[in-house]
């Protein structure tokens, strides 16, 4: 954390709840700033841990009380069409209606409307893959409804 707070590793991006930091060593570290950021990093974990897919970045560690999270780094993707184009769809509908996606969304309560975002996906070896997963029906149930 020491380093972080010093911007010794890069900054690559935030969210509402996590910011992320590239670690220059082929992984980031994805920092809970609330209760929201550590349940989104729970839901990455138990993801990562179960899901055997490979449509998932991998993450590779957890601080204790998931305050912390570290993932493989991939490539930022510049054009939705080249995650359409690897799996032979024309579009987002066509997409998720895919069974892989289809078995993902269900298994893992999945926000197909957060994966349609480009900042959700990266290149891991020549592979689109899905870098941002936290965003669960549960954790939008528990930490984003109003009301």
Same mark, same amino acid.
């Given at each position: 954390?020491?380093?972080?707070? $010093?911007?010794? *590793?890069? %900054?690559?991006?935030?969210? &509402?709840?996590?910011?992320?930091?590239? +670690?220059?060593?082929?992984?980031?570290?994805?920092?809970?700033?609330?209760?929201?950021? !550590?349940?989104?990093?729970?839901?990455?974990?138990?993801?990562?841990?179960? =899901? &055997?897919?490979?449509? #998932?970045? /991998?993450?590779? /560690?957890?601080?204790?009380? #998931?305050?912390? +999270?570290?993932?493989?780094?991939?490539?930022?993707?510049? =054009?939705?069409?080249?995650?359409?184009? *690897?799996?032979?769809?024309?579009? *987002? @509908?066509?997409? #998720?209606?895919?069974? @892989? #996606? $289809?078995? !993902? $969304?269900?298994?893992?309560?999945?926000?197909? &409307?957060?994966?349609?975002?480009?900042?959700?996906?990266?290149?891991?070896?020549?592979?689109?893959?899905?870098? =941002? %997963?936290?965003?669960?029906? @549960?954790?939008? /149930?528990? *930490?984003?409804?109003?009301?």
């Amino acid at each position: 954390m020491f380093n972080m707070r $010093q911007w010794n *590793y890069r %900054y690559i991006g935030s969210g &509402s709840s996590r910011n992320v930091f590239d +670690l220059g060593n082929g992984y980031v570290i994805k920092v809970a700033k609330n209760i929201a950021g !550590i349940a989104q990093n729970m839901s990455e974990y138990r993801i990562s841990s179960f =899901d &055997s897919s490979d449509l #998932f970045a /991998e993450v590779i /560690e957890v601080s204790e009380y #998931f305050n912390t +999270l570290i993932m493989r780094k991939a490539d930022k993707i510049r =054009d939705f069409r080249y995650i359409l184009d *690897y799996f032979k769809v024309g579009s *987002y @509908e066509e997409l #998720f209606r895919l069974r @892989e #996606f $289809q078995n !993902i $969304q269900y298994k893992y309560n999945l926000l197909f &409307s957060d994966l349609s975002r480009m900042s959700s996906w990266g290149i891991i070896n020549g592979r689109p893959t899905i870098i =941002d %997963y936290g965003f669960t029906r @549960e954790v939008v /149930e528990k *930490y984003y409804r109003i009301g």
